[in-house]
T-cell receptor
């Protein structure tokens, strides 16, 4: 079955720096790759997603890139702010609408001012 | 306001006592899922539903049951809870939002302790 590896497990940056979180997946049939942000005491929040027919997607300070050949995808956050501090999860799925998701184990991002 | 609600938010129970965690969404989403979150293991999908009366197993379905009799509700049933089901549970609903993207919302979570 699918396996998703996520690195690093913790990441500390200064406010204004960029942060990059990387994930690799094992199932070449996976075609949907979402990223989630989870703040303390809350449920995960979908922040950006990408399908396998797209190489890059951007939404303001957040971007995701996908390399299907290498089976890895990355989350890029530019101009980080303290409110970006949270746990970030990547996931992969071969089914519709985010069902049958396999998650990475998460990255705790700390942005210090 | 678009939301996914879960009840109860906190529950302490004893081994073997059947319980149900309810999940309801007000967005008319076709797809609903249940996840458990454990330290060091991240989020793992328990069951999901593609539509009314259509459910399928996720990664960790053992010891759980679900039903989808109505589009808005997707209850999680633990027929005989055991201590290894102590966890934080999340319900989620989603739909295709166009251009290959999805709209997805998670509930606030249910913290379950089985003694």
């Amino acid at each position: 079955g699918e396996n998703v590896e996520q690195h690093p497990s913790t990441l500390s940056v200064q406010e204004g720096d960029s942060a990059v979180i990387k994930c690799t997946y094992s199932d070449s049939a996976s075609n949907y790759f979402p990223w989630y942000k989870q703040e303390l005491g809350k449920g995960p929040q979908l922040i950006i997603d990408i399908r396998s027919n797209v190489g890059e997607k951007k939404d303001q300070r957040i971007a995701v890139t996908l390399n299907k050949t290498a089976k890895h995808f990355s989350l890029h956050i530019t101009e980080t702010q303290p409110e970006d501090s949270a746990v970030y999860f990547c996931a992969a799925s071969r089914k519709q609408a985010g069902t049958a998701l396999i998650f990475g184990k998460g990255t705790t991002l700390s942005v210090s001012s | 306001e678009a939301q996914v609600t879960q009840n109860p938010r906190y529950l302490i129970t004893v081994t073997g006592k059947k319980l149900t965690v309810t999940c309801s969404q007000n967005m008319n989403h076709e797809y609903m899922s249940w996840y458990r979150q454990d330290p060091g293991l991240g989020l793992r999908q328990i069951y999901y539903s593609m539509n009314v009366e259509v459910t399928d197993k996720g990664d960790v379905p053992e010891g759980y049951k679900v039903s989808r009799k109505e589009k808005r509700n997707f209850p999680l049933i633990l027929e005989s809870p055991s201590p290894n089901q102590t966890s934080l549970y999340f319900c989620a609903s989603s739909r295709v939002a166009g251009l290959g993207s999805y709209e997805q919302y998670f509930g606030p979570g249910t913290r379950l302790t089985v003694t």
